[in-house]
């Protein structure tokens, strides 16, 4: 189990450091192209995914820190008691921890999460997002995908 931890703990440091290089090395809003539809852009987001809340007036930032706090108990009790053999549902659950907890630092220390992974085709830009938000995306398709391949998911009794 200490290993599933790791995991989120090494998501945790990747993200952390990725941001503070962002934040140290580039101006907010610039950008540096790095190969066709996928740029580095600095942006400060006080909202949730695709910034959603992020013109509330300040108290999202509260709620955000609450819920994300609340998600990465509940994650880490469900990790602790997840039985040895559930691979999959682990490395699942653990990056999904270490995106919320990479994101809750942010928004205790600034009151925003820093974003800066940019994809876009011509004038369409997809939502700034961080190694964190990838590491949640990814963990939460293998928990979906996992629930569909165990037998003795909660999803097989709805077939």
Same mark, same amino acid.
């Given at each position: 189990?200490?290993?599933?931890? *790791?995991?989120?703990?090494?998501?945790?440091?990747?993200?952390?450091?990725?941001?503070?290089?962002?934040?140290?090395?580039?101006?907010?809003?610039? =950008?540096?192209?790095?190969?066709?539809?996928?740029?580095?852009?600095?942006?400060?987001? =006080?909202?949730?995914?695709?910034?959603?809340?992020?013109?509330?007036?300040?108290?999202? @930032?509260?709620?955000?820190?609450?819920?994300?706090?609340?998600?990465?108990?509940?994650?880490?009790?469900?990790?602790? @008691?997840?039985?040895?053999?559930?691979?999959?549902?682990?490395?699942?659950?653990?990056?999904?921890?270490?995106?919320?907890?990479?994101?809750?630092?942010?928004?205790?220390?600034?009151?925003?999460?820093?974003?800066? *992974?940019?994809?876009?085709?011509?004038?369409?830009?997809?939502?700034?997002?961080?190694?964190?938000?990838?590491?949640?995306?990814?963990?939460?398709?293998?928990?979906?995908?996992?629930?569909?391949?165990?037998?003795? =998911?909660?999803?097989?009794?709805?077939?």
């Amino acid at each position: 189990m200490s290993r599933w931890f *790791l995991l989120s703990l090494l998501v945790l440091i990747v993200d952390q450091v990725s941001k503070m290089t962002v934040s140290s090395s580039m101006h907010l809003y610039e =950008s540096i192209a790095l190969v066709p539809s996928f740029q580095l852009t600095y942006v400060h987001n =006080s909202g949730a995914a695709f910034s959603f809340l992020s013109d509330a007036g300040g108290w999202q @930032r509260w709620f955000f820190i609450a819920l994300s706090s609340v998600v990465s108990v509940l994650i880490s009790i469900w990790l602790v @008691r997840l039985p040895t053999g559930l691979r999959w549902q682990a490395a699942g659950l653990a990056l999904v921890l270490g995106g919320a907890v990479g994101n809750l630092v942010d928004r205790v220390l600034y009151g925003y999460v820093i974003d800066f *992974l940019d994809i876009y085709y011509r004038s369409w830009h997809w939502p700034a997002f961080n190694v964190a938000d990838a590491a949640i995306t990814i963990g939460a398709v293998i928990l979906l995908v996992d629930s569909f391949r165990n037998p003795d =998911s909660p999803l097989q009794e709805l077939k």
